[in-house]
């Protein structure tokens, strides 16, 4: 019987040691994939408007080359800060449409009209988008959502706060001698007078 109850306490230690393994490879892999494009001179953009939905969905990640900005061509897209005045101060990810000396305007895939703004870059290299891996950047989405970060890291955390706890209990309770050196309970001797 006491086997029996051996088996059933170490049952769950393997599910929680399998569950923390699985979770260590996954983040391990999803950190390499963010940090292994860089390598390459690659950047990264999450994208989530949905102006270029078809082309770029919402919660794809847009892979970039940099490139000369005189590389660049009609149909490419780009990911750039829209100019002082358009009313937005974020990257915009957007396929050029014309393009006129130094001069370019842009249009989202999705939406019939062009961009209300023309512009210029003002640096000699500009981020062109490579491919995208769709779904990829939902996490990112999610983490940017301060309550959920909070829980991300906060749930994780109470549970090694409490499998600490336990593994601190259970090193202090006092254990019996009997089950420290493997050998069954002795019964106790009455002494017998004659």
Known sequence: MEIVIQQQRRRP???VNMAITTACIVVTLLALAFILPSLFGLQRYVITGTSMTGTIDFG???VEEVVPVNDLRVGDIITYTPPPGSG???PVTHRIIAIHGS???TKGDAVPQK???KFK???TQQARVVFSVPYLGYPLIW???RETRMLVIGLPAALIGLISLGQLFSALRPRRRHEDA???PSQPSIPVSG
């Open 143 to 145: 983490l940017a959502d």
């Open 103 to 105: 001069v370019l305007q």
């Open 182 to 184: 493997g050998t069954p």
């Open 121 to 123: 870059l003002d640096h």
């Open 60 to 62: 794809s990640i847009a």
């Open 115 to 117: 961009d209300p703004w």
């Open 88 to 90: 937005i101060d974020h």
């Open 13 to 15: 230690r393997r599910f």
